[in-house]
């Protein structure tokens, strides 16, 4: 990802990813490999795109500003960064 802006903000998202999700998920997702992700994300980028990528949200725009502007797109790359975060915090 390129833009360092919206990088930022998707990160603040991880805090509050790491109390929402069930202990469960985040297992799951920690020992997932970055090729079995995509076979996680259905659900999660449903809850993603409906709670969190509102069309009132910053991060919303910020997405729609750095030339993203499909909810789908928004919730996997926010699911994607999200998992590499909880990689590096084993």
Known sequence: MCDM????????????????????????????????ICLLQFGLNMFIRNHLLLPTAALY????????????DMSVMILDLFCVHLDRNK
């Open 5 to 36: 802006n919206l990088e930022r903000e998707i990160a603040k998202l991880f805090p509050a990813l790491e109390i929402i999700l069930p202990q469960n998920i985040l297992t799951v997702l920690r020992a997932a490999k970055p090729d079995e």
């Open 61 to 72: 725009h910020t997405f729609v500003r750095a030339g993203i502007p499909h909810k789908d």
